[in-house]
């Protein structure tokens, strides 16, 4: 298939790095080149010492006036990257590794994007298939490499890939048999330019389905009921918000699937409104593969959240404590804190300075009893805490020493929620590290 073909791989990371040795193993004339220079480039001197072409320190344009028959792109290098526009200039196919890891791949793929809930929705996925003993893999931007992954698939597997708008953008050939759309909203309108083009991005999910695979989409989102119009696949629609003669919903306290009824509400440990679209998205995904009641009942029932994204930690003396790490901007601690609106919560927050004010947040802080506030942005914060009618502001050093503070203001009864709506770069090197830190933190408190 690749064999004998010149490849050019544009940026490495783990996803450059998989289809750079892929490519290599399947026969292909790999050349690779990166921005970082190779003295500290530990990944390039790995392909290198494969015998693998290596060209590192820059992009020199003059590189592609070699004869290559495809080029494979890092998914976060934009299109007008100067590299990446004289290749498309010389017609050149320009592909990301998911496209890879489809033409190797024997077991079929479910793909699942949207701007918001990816991550948990697609966990959600794999979880359910797992208990229902369907042999699924999870890949992409959660878990290993899609075409690491495809590598050692089968037949009876199924891939399930989380994607990304950057991703789908270099999609020739990849037809998932189920998609998954979740939701789209503004976001990476610096990559894409518009909304229009960014959801077009996510709609290159649908464009090679046929009828005899399925489209798993919101009915109660419009730009995700307009790109699959344009769909041939099945759709297999969802919604929080009304009845369905058919796919997943929500009637009487309880989620549906067709007519049947999967599971009561009251018994889903997974907290927030938002996380109701990711559970009926899944549990439509997993009911087109097979997978039985009793198995989704059962991940729903113990399922408490993806690490650092509205993650429930552990509850001390009454008071819940919820790792929501990865909210790193504005729109994820809106969405945090609505889905504890009926209780009382004292929120941790603040992080990387961007120059940006909080203002937005204001509505979403009425059951808010005290805020506890670190980093760059805590005055900011504290003006829009106190804008809000919050009386109780702390501030602190870090997440570490917020805990403690936390826990002793708070009552049986009350949320300990961290969501910083900040990037954590100021104090720590990755929102993982943060929220590793707070898991950390409460466990002492035990």
Wanted: net charge negative.
């Amino acid at each position: 298939m690749h064999q004998g073909k010149r490849v050019l791989v544009i940026g490495l990371a783990k996803s450059g790095l998989a289809a750079a040795m892929l490519l290599h193993e399947l026969g292909a004339s790999v050349t690779v080149n990166d921005q970082k220079p190779l003295d500290d480039n530990e990944t390039a001197k790995q392909l290198h010492e494969k015998g693998i072409r290596v060209i590192c320190g820059g992009h020199p344009l003059g590189l592609l006036d070699e004869p290559f028959d495809l080029v494979v792109k890092n998914p976060g290098i934009p299109y007008t990257n100067p590299m990446v526009a004289k290749a498309l200039e010389k017609g050149l196919p320009i592909i990301t590794e998911v496209e890879l890891a489809y033409a190797i791949c024997e077991a079929p793929f479910i793909g699942i994007t949207g701007s918001n809930g990816k991550t948990t929705t697609t966990t959600l996925i794999y979880e359910m298939l797992k208990e229902a003993c369907k042999k699924p893999l999870i890949a992409g931007n959660i878990g290993m490499v899609a075409c690491e992954v495809a590598k050692t698939a089968h037949e009876d597997n199924w891939v399930v890939t989380e994607l990304s708008s950057f991703q789908l953008m270099g999609i020739e050939a990849f037809r998932p048999r189920i998609a998954v759309l979740l939701n789209i909203f503004d976001a990476h309108l610096d990559y894409h330019g518009t909304k229009e083009a960014y959801a077009q991005a996510k709609g290159n999910l649908l464009k090679n389905q046929t009828e005899s695979d399925y489209a798993v989409v919101n009915a109660d989102d419009e730009w995700v009921m307009k790109l699959a119009e344009a769909s041939s696949a099945t759709k297999i629609f969802f919604s929080t918000t009304k009845p369905l003669n058919s796919g997943a919903y929500v009637k009487d306290q309880a989620v549906y699937w067709n007519s049947e009824k999967v599971i009561a509400l009251s018994d889903i440990v997974l907290p927030g409104k938002h996380n109701l679209e990711n559970i009926l998205a899944a549990v439509a995904a997993a009911k087109l593969v097979g997978a039985d009641n009793a198995a989704i009942a059962r991940v729903l029932t113990t399922f408490t959240g993806v690490k650092h994204r509205l993650q429930y930690v552990g509850t001390v003396n009454g008071r819940k404590f919820f790792n929501d790490s990865k909210a790193t901007n504005i729109l994820a601690t809106q969405k945090a804190l609505s889905a504890f609106s009926d209780q009382r919560v004292i929120l941790l927050a603040g992080g990387l300075d961007r120059g940006n004010e909080f203002d937005d947040l204001i509505p979403y802080l009425k059951q808010v009893q005290a805020v506890i506030l670190f980093g760059q942005t805590a005055q900011k914060l504290e003006r829009v805490a106190k804008q809000a009618g919050i009386e109780t502001v702390y501030h602190v050093d870090n997440v570490e020493k917020a805990v403690p503070v936390a826990y002793e203001i708070s009552k049986p009864g009350d949320i300990i929620l961290l969501s910083p709506a900040c990037a954590s770069w100021d104090q720590y090197k990755t929102f993982e590290q943060r929220g590793d830190i707070f898991i950390s933190a409460v466990h002492k408190l035990e």
